[in-house]
């Protein structure tokens, strides 16, 4: 199992332009989350999906987009880059059973905004 | 609003317990405590969790306080590979599924 993988691993992109980060699991897992990081900082929540056509909004959604029409595919769309989205993106997946709810993540995206 | 608080920094010499302690005062009935790792700017990799009782597992141990206001994990004998920086999570349960709040963590260095 090659775990969650991210594309691209580094990006530059100038104000306003737009781009998808992509992530894809072969777990098979139902719950799929994007995260970003700013430097010295924790992980913060951006939106998250239970399956297949089914998304929710997280702690920080605004200048964000997602979708989710397959189990394993589950990309992000920055519309309008701006400065403020400097910051390494995270994609995590999960398999919910009982109080179990260990996430993966993968390697990362790391995308600075001129 | 933080969720946890965890000390910015820690040293431990290689060999020793390391010993992380976490603040989650606020936490909630039904709100799990994790606990990942992050090595450099990897992405983090999961260690433990628990609810109310302490657990162990191969890589660490979880001692949760009776009155789960805090807990503290364990890494009984500290290489120089668990050199990273360790995030207190608190797992909320969310409109479909859960939501995980990162702190700020705790960089742990490793000394030989």
């Known amino acids: 199992n090659a775990g969650v993988t991210q594309t691209p691993k580094f990006r530059i992109l100038k104000i306003g332009q737009s781009m998808t980060l992509q992530c894809t699991q072969d777990?098979?897992?139902?719950?799929m989350y994007w995260y970003r990081q700013d430097p010295g900082m924790g992980l913060k929540l951006i939106y998250y999906?239970?399956?297949?056509?089914?998304?929710d909004k997280g702690e920080v959604p605004n200048g964000y987009n997602v979708s989710r029409s397959t189990t394993e595919d589950f990309p992000l769309r920055l519309e309008l880059a701006a400065p403020s989205q400097t910051s390494v993106y995270f994609c995590?997946?999960?398999?919910?059973?009982?109080?179990?709810?260990?996430?993966?993540f993968g390697p990362g995206t790391r995308l600075t905004v001129l | 609003d933080a969720k946890t608080t965890q000390p910015p920094s820690m040293d431990c010499a290689e060999g020793r317990a390391a010993n992380l302690p976490c603040n989650h005062s606020?936490?909630?009935?039904?709100?799990?405590v994790y606990w990942y790792r992050q090595i450099h700017s990897q992405g983090p990799q999961y260690i433990i969790h628990?609810?109310?009782n302490n657990e162990t597992n191969e890589m660490a141990s979880l001692i949760i306080t009776e009155d789960r206001k805090s807990s503290t994990l364990i890494l009984p004998h500290a290489t120089l590979r668990d050199t990273a920086v360790y995030y207190c999570?608190?797992?909320?349960?969310?409109?479909?599924?859960?939501?995980?709040?990162f702190g700020t963590g705790t960089s742990l260095t490793v000394i030989p």
């Open positions: 995590a997946s999960s398999y919910q059973a009982g109080g179990t709810d260990t996430q993966y």
């Open positions: 777990m098979n897992h139902n719950y």
């Open positions: 999906s239970v399956g297949a056509g089914i998304t």
């Open positions: 606020t936490i909630s009935g039904n709100e799990y």
């Open positions: 628990g609810l109310k």
């Open positions: 999570i608190v797992r909320v349960p969310f409109k479909r599924g859960n939501q995980f709040y």
